[in-house]
């Protein structure tokens, strides 16, 4: 098996992490006012040092910040784009665990002025990323797919003022993504992840139904999705890399869907112009491999066969097990490992430990080098 040096790499992992309690703490008191911007940065920019020496020393090829900086994982990059802004109405989002079931809920969205992008989103951000790595790995930046833009609120989240016609909405917000692309590849972004539940939710026939009550085309949607987000990615610059994350909902450990890839499988591997997809694969809710049957050569498969949703310690001869049943359906040298989702999808992280997280990206990284080499 060839050795990857580009990514994604052979271990790797999805981007965020659990939140250190020193910064917890400091994202209170600025909360309340009594810390200023300045000093919460200070003591960002210390966690997410400490971070990356984490991953390095776990040897993981590529490093991201955790996502340290925002409070999740999505809804921090779409305010930032010009002409949408959050609204007084929570957007509420249903979510079930091994417990029992749970509700997240954040402000709402409306697209009320033409979309375009004012500055470089997370742009200070991967700078002070990409410096921190320095040459010992790839800095890695995430940012949330366009389509999420439009699935938590549809139609109704756009102002039919502004945009009478949706293709004139899904041209601005494409060019405004095509120009975040390009800026972030100006600063060195070479390893760019876009983030995207959509496409993993429409495989769900509930997740539908929602789509069809919102007015929407349930049946290809997905299909809107992908031909947008190809628009959005389609000038990326030379050397860049991108991928794309999709999972089912990743809350306090908690997911919002189920159902294996089937229904959005053909058109996502063959159509969605990516280098490689981070596919949660940790329990029955994805569903079987037989859906990789569909990615074509030249495209990479990183399985996330690790939990982030629990601390117990995968078996390390399963998990070889697994890579050999994906292997059926896709060349072994197409595929990779990383946890199934990030370990903090929003700040209050999933129910396990600092040191539960860092041997699970310990397990990512032995496993990687006993399979591949």
């Avoid at 305010?79 to 091994?98: C, K, P, W």
Wanted: with cysteine.
């Amino acid at each position: 098996m060839s050795v990857r040096t580009a990514p994604p790499f052979r271990a790797d992992h999805v981007g965020s992490l659990l939140r250190p309690p020193a910064l917890m703490a400091a994202r209170e008191q600025h909360a309340r006012g009594t810390m200023t911007d300045d000093a919460l940065r200070e003591v960002e920019d210390v966690s997410i040092r400490d971070a990356v020496r984490l991953q390095q020393e776990v040897g993981l090829q590529s490093a991201t910040d955790g996502e340290f900086r925002r409070t999740a994982w999505h809804m921090d990059f779409i305010y930032q784009l010009e002409g949408i802004d959050r609204t007084d109405q929570q957007l509420m989002v249903h979510f079930r665990n091994e417990a029992g079931e749970l509700d997240f809920s954040s402000a709402a969205l409306q697209v009320h002025d033409r979309v375009s992008l004012g500055h470089t989103i997370f742009g200070d951000a991967f700078t002070f990323l990409r410096d921190t790595v320095g040459a010992t790995a790839t800095p890695k930046l995430t940012i949330p797919s366009p389509s999420m833009v439009h699935y938590r609120g549809g139609r109704a989240a756009i102002d039919e003022g502004v945009y009478p016609d949706l293709e004139a909405f899904w041209s601005d917000l494409t060019a405004a993504y095509a120009e975040e692309v390009r800026r972030l590849g100006e600063l060195g972004c070479t390893y760019l992840q876009l983030d995207d539940t959509s496409l993993a939710y429409l495989n769900d026939p509930k997740q539908r139904a929602m789509v069809a009550e919102q007015g929407g085309d349930a049946e290809h949607q997905h299909e809107l999705y992908i031909r947008n987000i190809n628009a959005a990615i389609a000038g990326r610059p030379e050397g860049m890399r991108i991928t794309t994350h999709m999972c089912r909902g990743n809350y306090r450990s908690s997911w919002a869907a189920e159902g294996g890839y089937d229904f959005v499988a053909e058109s996502l591997f063959t159509q969605l112009d990516v280098d490689g997809f981070f596919l949660e694969y940790d329990d029955e809710r994805s569903g079987g491999f037989e859906p990789l049957r569909f990615v074509p050569a030249g495209k990479t498969v990183v399985l996330g066969l690790v939990t982030t949703k629990k601390g117990a310690l995968e078996d390390k001869d399963r998990l070889k097990r697994r890579i050999d049943e994906a292997a059926k359906h896709i060349p072994l040298d197409q595929l990779c490992l990383s946890p199934q989702c990030g370990f903090s999808s929003t700040v209050e992280g999933n129910a396990l430990t600092v040191e539960e997280e860092l041997a699970k990206l310990a397990l990512v990284v032995e496993t990687a080098a006993e399979v591949w080499g």
